[in-house]
């Protein structure tokens, strides 16, 4: 049997070993994170010189791939990562926040603007019935609706009729000649075009909004007077499961119909959870047509305030306004 002194040597130097094991994994950690936010820096200063210096396609090509290969292998699920993303997405993002205060008596809900409403739709004509009457029923009246449907449907027809007889100044309809199949975003370049309000919501004509939901924009825009947001973005009901690789509930994946925050990024933003300011959504286009042309419509936004020489002001109202279906 080992002596008491001999035992305690050895758990000493166990200790010691777990120190110093210890203060190894945190200088690794620390190299990485340290290597992850210069690879971000990189990143981002070389999409901004992109961005403005337009036109020279070539530039930067190679420091462009070395910065996003860095970034892309573990930045996107780092705990880091939202630190790093608030930080550098000030010299492109100017984040302002909506008044949230219920108890306020004097709220800004001057209506100057109007809202343009672009939504789509093929069949699903249940959810399209409270689509429209969600509209209908908004406290603020500042909107005009333009349904479309993908290819001609005489029932979505007879649906829309009755809605554009109660009110034909402010809800329009019509069917495509044909029928895109891509999306909905063939539908949504040509709505786009056609707006005519201040701020345009292009949205899926499934999907349903909260009473208030122009109320509070109108009131974040107005709250935002003096420095006018180009978009309002807001959070959401949404009903694809896990989406974005998130597990909002502990190390659970998010069931479907479960809270969504939006976030001015690919992937944590839905094409239905945000206004923009009309001429900068004309300006950016509705051009790509793939599956994840929700989220290059948002990018080409920013791409295009950008070019202007100018940062897109943000405002997020911190409430579901949206149910997503």
């Not at 007077?225 to 499961?241: E, L, Y």
Request: with cysteine; proline share 2%.
């Amino acid at each position: 049997m080992k002596s008491y002194g001999e035992l305690k040597a050895e758990m000493e130097a166990i200790q010691q070993q777990m120190a110093e094991a210890k203060k190894s994994e945190r200088t690794n950690a620390l190299k990485k994170k340290s290597v992850c936010a210069k690879s971000l820096a990189l990143l981002l200063e070389c999409l901004r010189a992109r961005l403005l210096e337009g036109g020279q396609k070539n530039k930067n090509k190679n420091l462009f791939l070395r910065g996003m290969s860095h970034t892309l292998k573990w930045l996107e699920n780092s705990r880091l990562f939202l630190a790093i993303y608030q930080l550098y997405s000030r010299k492109f993002v100017h984040l302002t926040r909506s008044d949230v205060n219920d108890e306020r008596t004097n709220k800004h809900t001057g209506t100057a603007h109007t809202v343009s409403i672009v939504a789509v739709s093929y069949e699903r004509l249940g959810e399209l019935k409270v689509f429209v009457q969600s509209v209908v029923n908004q406290t603020q009246k500042n909107w005009k609706l333009h349904v479309m449907h993908d290819g001609h449907n005489d029932d979505f027809c007879s649906i829309m009729e009755k809605y554009f007889r109660d009110d034909p100044t402010r809800i329009t309809y019509e069917c495509t000649n044909i029928r895109f199949n891509d999306y909905g975003h063939s539908l949504r370049e040509i709505g786009l075009e056609k707006a005519s309000g201040e701020y345009i919501l292009i949205t899926n004509a499934d999907n349903y909004y909260a009473p208030k939901a122009l109320e509070f924009i109108n009131d974040a825009i107005a709250y935002n007077a003096s420095q006018k947001p180009d978009v309002v973005m807001f959070d959401m009901i949404h009903s694809h499961k896990n989406l974005g690789n998130r597990k909002n509930f502990g190390n659970r994946e998010a069931p479907s119909y479960s809270f969504f925050e939006v976030i001015y990024k690919r992937n944590y933003i839905d094409i239905g959870a945000a206004i923009v300011e009309r001429e900068l959504a004309q300006n950016a286009g509705f051009d790509d047509k793939s599956f994840a042309a929700d989220a290059t419509y948002y990018e080409n936004i920013l791409k295009k305030k950008l070019e202007s020489g100018s940062r897109l002001v943000v405002t997020k109202i911190p409430r579901v306004l949206l149910v997503h279906n």
